[in-house]
T-cell receptor
Framework: DGGITQSPKYLFRKEGQNVTLSCEQN?????MYWYRQDPGQGLRLIYYSQIVNDFQKGDIAEGYSVSREKKESFPLTVTSAQKNPTAFYLC????????????FGQGTRLTVV | AQTVTQSQPEMSVQEAETVTLSCTYD???????LFWYKQPPSRQMILVIR??????QNATENRFSVNFQKAAKSFSLKISDSQLGDTAMYFCAFISNYGGSQGNLIFGKGTKLSVKP
């Protein structure tokens, strides 16, 4: 089945550690996105990528990093510089300009302990 | 900068009745798309309906329809014959498509809809 897979579903991080959230898609989509969701804040864009080996900062990129070495994969690293990383993280992908609607993974809940 | 505003943080509706969720947006571009997404308690984001800005006809998907007013930059979602399974957060979203080059997807803060039996 085609879709977007995020892993893990739940992740616990100690303060000062970097962690990487995985996002894989087999939909052959060009564009991929990372969003952060906090209560009452809606979805805020962290990073997005329109094509392999290229990505752009979103509204809240500080303390995060990404890579796009393969079309299928867009991992997000939450670094120790992110002061308040506890949140729900959503990855999405879309075909691109022709069909811009995004399809989402099931999310990763990150908690700092 | 583009923005999306949902002015109703919470709404409720009786089962089988109709409810309308509001969304306004701000953009200087002429080519764009608008979406409504549903996020049930499972937190899986589900696309409900989409509207291309160049189309005057309002989009419809079964019990879901939109009222797209381009000049007013308004994009409301109407849910007819509400069902208990419609209980969810609903997000309005915007993406530009200037000259065929896609911008990034921008979301409103959401409206929490509760359908009561």
């Amino acid at each position: 089945d085609g879709g977007i897979t995020q892993s893990p579903k739940y992740l616990f991080r100690k303060e000062g550690q970097n962690v990487t959230l995985s996002c894989e898609q087999n939909l052959n989509h060009d564009a991929m996105y990372w969003y952060r969701q906090d209560p009452g804040q809606g979805l805020r864009l962290i990073y997005y990528s329109q094509i392999v080996n290229d990505f752009q900062k979103g509204d809240i990129a500080e303390g995060y990093s990404v890579s796009r070495e393969k079309k299928e994969s867009f991992p997000l690293t939450v670094t120790s510089a992110q002061k308040n990383p506890t949140a729900f993280y959503l990855c999405a992908s879309s075909v691109g300009a022709r069909l811009p609607e995004a399809f989402f993974g099931q999310g990763t809940r990150l908690t700092v302990v | 900068a583009q923005t999306v505003t949902q002015s109703q943080p919470e709404m409720s509706v009786q089962e089988a009745e109709t409810v309308t969720l509001s969304c306004t947006y701000d953009t200087s571009e002429n080519n764009y798309y608008l979406f409504w997404y549903k996020q049930p308690p499972s937190r899986q984001m589900i696309l409900v309906i989409r509207q291309e800005a160049y189309k005057q006809q309002n989009a419809t998907e079964n019990r879901f329809s939109v009222n797209f007013q381009k000049a007013a930059k308004s994009f409301s979602l109407k849910i007819s014959d509400s069902q208990l399974g419609d209980t969810a957060m609903y997000f309005c979203a915007f993406i530009s498509n200037y000259g065929g080059s896609q911008g990034n997807l921008i979301f409103g803060k959401g409206t929490k809809l509760s359908v009561k039996p």
